[in-house]
């Protein structure tokens, strides 16, 4: 139900554009105390659906990627309007929505494939009913990308999505529907971070597959300390390095740069957190045209037009946030660059900034979720791999410029899960698999081996029937 009013109710839960407010989808919470029969009803469904050939589960799932293609605008336009990224924005990732299908089919047979090898056959089997946690930044797509490999694998699917993002959800699970996935397989659970928790808490619950902050993903850690049998996937983001060496192209670095750390306003957990400088004229180039080109950038709603580069922050809250967090990096010794601010009071749009922190003491590793870009100034390569790897984290991290040989030094120093060269930090592919190291995740990547924790190996020594062996060991007897 979409309105424009907002819910007069507390068992409703709403959305809002995060620059005007005004009331983008309503719908009632989910009760906690109806989980119990919410599961009940998904395992019911999953109990048929697991048995069903896999081309028929594949089939189902083209189908929505089918009817996605057809209503990718109408997914678009409330992605833009819950999450507030430019409309260009948002259709691309309402077309990663249908691209995920057959990347997953197609990694499912690579990786569940059942396999014959040292006398074993290897078969593999869903884990029944998983919880899908999802986050505000990729309302749909992040999400998606555990639930399409986790029905495909015979699971059934529980997903409570961002509370800053519930229409976003709804509107999944009508197209779901409108593709013809059997009842009860997908459910969506409408609430806060505490109906999150009951839901990962709760005994009936194989799995839980999550995207979103690192305080969370470690409450969940240890909250599942005591059910080891239960499946945990963790993508966390990360306070990720960006070098830049010697560039030929400035501008094109600058380009790079900027795309890396603010496209999404920032809001990708990949973006660029800490451009590391080695110092030298063509660096001190590449740095003046980043500030020149960041200072640029069209922040905007994503009404407005022509597009804007980048929308808001998802909420005052947040935007609060991230000044609260330049202002303590400037007490620490930082010397903006560019200075971040509110272009519109009691908004959450933000001039992209950027902080030199060269000289800075107690730089916190953290991850700043937004448009702020840290600046380091170091001498040499080494101390560049070295500042790089001085992190808790290890998600992303890239470098421009340099050859091919800095470049594979680079790729076999730096700890993390996904490292780019002359390529925005933000670029992924869904071919290969998305995740990280450290506090980043627990090496459960996502995107092409989501496959990997959606279900688990089965192996079996088998015969037709039963039959001596060519050797018995000693002590034991038979008559023949």
Same mark, same amino acid.
Request: charged share 20%; with cysteine; net charge neutral.
């Given at each position: 139900?979409?309105?424009?009013?907002?819910?007069?109710?507390?068992?409703?839960?709403?959305?809002?554009?995060?620059?005007?407010?005004?009331?983008?989808?309503?719908?009632?919470?989910?009760?906690?105390?109806?989980?119990?029969?919410?599961?009940?009803?998904?395992?019911?469904?999953?109990?048929?659906?697991?048995?069903?050939?896999?081309?028929?589960?594949?089939?189902?799932?083209?189908?929505?990627?089918?009817?996605?293609?057809?209503?990718?605008?109408?997914?678009?336009?409330?992605?833009?309007?819950?999450?507030?990224?430019?409309?260009?924005?948002?259709?691309?990732?309402?077309?990663?929505?249908?691209?995920?299908?057959?990347?997953?089919?197609?990694?499912?047979?690579?990786?569940?494939?059942?396999?014959?090898?040292?006398?074993?056959?290897?078969?593999?089997?869903?884990?029944?009913?998983?919880?899908?946690?999802?986050?505000?930044?990729?309302?749909?797509?992040?999400?998606?990308?555990?639930?399409?490999?986790?029905?495909?694998?015979?699971?059934?699917?529980?997903?409570?999505?961002?509370?800053?993002?519930?229409?976003?959800?709804?509107?999944?699970?009508?197209?779901?529907?409108?593709?013809?996935?059997?009842?009860?397989?997908?459910?969506?659970?409408?609430?806060?971070?505490?109906?999150?928790?009951?839901?990962?808490?709760?005994?009936?619950?194989?799995?839980?597959?999550?995207?979103?902050?690192?305080?969370?993903?470690?409450?969940?850690?240890?909250?599942?300390?005591?059910?080891?049998?239960?499946?945990?996937?963790?993508?966390?983001?990360?306070?990720?390095?960006?070098?830049?060496?010697?560039?030929?192209?400035?501008?094109?670095?600058?380009?790079?740069?900027?795309?890396?750390?603010?496209?999404?306003?920032?809001?990708?957990?990949?973006?660029?957190?800490?451009?590391?400088?080695?110092?030298?004229?063509?660096?001190? &180039?590449? *740095?003046?045209?980043?500030?020149?080109? =960041?200072?640029?950038?069209? %922040? !905007? /709603?994503? +009404?407005?037009?022509?597009?804007?580069?980048?929308?808001?922050?998802?909420?005052?809250?947040?935007?609060?946030?991230?000044?609260?967090?330049?202002?303590?990096?400037?007490?620490?010794?930082?010397?903006?660059?560019?200075?971040?601010?509110?272009?519109?009071?009691?908004?959450?749009?933000?001039?992209?900034?950027?902080?030199?922190?060269?000289?800075?003491?107690?730089?916190?590793?953290?991850?700043?979720?937004?448009?702020?870009?840290?600046?380091?100034?170091?001498?040499?390569?080494?101390?560049?791999?070295?500042?790089?790897?001085?992190?808790?984290?290890?998600?992303?991290?890239?470098?421009?410029?340099?050859?091919?040989?800095?470049?594979?030094?680079?790729?076999?120093?730096?700890?993390?899960?996904?490292?780019?060269?002359? &390529?925005? *930090?933000?670029?992924?592919?869904?071919? =290969?698999?998305?995740?990280? %190291? !450290? /506090?980043? +995740?627990?090496?459960?990547?996502?995107?092409?081996?989501?496959?990997?924790?959606?279900?688990?190996?089965?192996?079996?020594?088998?015969?037709?029937?039963?039959?001596?062996?060519?050797?018995?060991?000693?002590?034991?007897?038979?008559?023949?």
């Amino acid at each position: 139900m979409r309105s424009s009013d907002p819910p007069v109710d507390p068992s409703f839960i709403d959305s809002r554009d995060p620059v005007t407010s005004e009331a983008v989808w309503c719908g009632r919470r989910t009760d906690p105390t109806s989980l119990d029969a919410i599961i009940r009803r998904a395992r019911g469904a999953q109990a048929d659906w697991r048995k069903r050939p896999f081309a028929d589960r594949a089939a189902q799932a083209r189908a929505f990627a089918r009817i996605v293609g057809k209503r990718s605008d109408e997914l678009a336009a409330i992605i833009s309007a819950e999450n507030g990224k430019p409309f260009w924005e948002a259709r691309t990732e309402a077309a990663t929505v249908a691209a995920k299908v057959d990347l997953s089919i197609r990694a499912h047979d690579i990786r569940c494939r059942e396999f014959a090898g040292g006398g074993a056959v290897t078969r593999f089997r869903p884990h029944g009913v998983v919880a899908v946690l999802g986050p505000f930044n990729f309302p749909a797509h992040l999400p998606n990308g555990h639930i399409v490999p986790a029905l495909l694998a015979g699971n059934a699917v529980l997903f409570k999505p961002s509370e800053n993002t519930p229409g976003t959800a709804a509107l999944m699970e009508e197209l779901w529907c409108e593709a013809g996935l059997p009842r009860d397989l997908l459910h969506i659970l409408y609430g806060d971070g505490s109906l999150g928790a009951t839901l990962a808490a709760h005994p009936g619950i194989d799995g839980i597959f999550f995207t979103g902050s690192e305080t969370v993903g470690r409450k969940l850690l240890q909250s599942q300390a005591s059910h080891p049998g239960k499946i945990l996937a963790l993508e966390m983001g990360g306070n990720n390095p960006l070098v830049v060496a010697e560039c030929v192209d400035p501008v094109a670095a600058a380009v790079l740069i900027v795309q890396s750390a603010f496209l999404s306003a920032g809001q990708r957990c990949t973006c660029a957190r800490r451009l590391i400088l080695i110092e030298s004229a063509s660096t001190r &180039r590449v *740095l003046g045209e980043t500030v020149r080109t =960041a200072a640029a950038l069209t %922040v !905007g /709603h994503h +009404g407005v037009r022509p597009e804007p580069f980048m929308g808001p922050v998802i909420s005052n809250d947040a935007a609060g946030r991230i000044l609260s967090a330049q202002e303590s990096l400037l007490k620490a010794g930082g010397i903006s660059l560019l200075h971040v601010e509110r272009l519109q009071e009691g908004t959450p749009l933000l001039r992209p900034g950027m902080i030199d922190m060269t000289n800075a003491t107690d730089r916190p590793d953290e991850e700043i979720f937004g448009p702020l870009l840290q600046v380091i100034r170091v001498k040499d390569f080494e101390a560049a791999l070295t500042e790089a790897n001085d992190t808790r984290f290890g998600l992303a991290a890239g470098l421009i410029g340099g050859n091919a040989a800095m470049a594979a030094v680079f790729r076999d120093s730096v700890r993390a899960g996904i490292v780019n060269w002359n &390529r925005p *930090l933000t670029g992924a592919s869904g071919s =290969a698999p998305f995740g990280g %190291v !450290g /506090h980043s +995740g627990n090496h459960r990547p996502s995107a092409f081996f989501a496959a990997d924790y959606c279900a688990y190996p089965v192996a079996s020594m088998e015969d037709n029937q039963p039959r001596l062996p060519e050797t018995l060991p000693p002590g034991l007897a038979v008559r023949t």
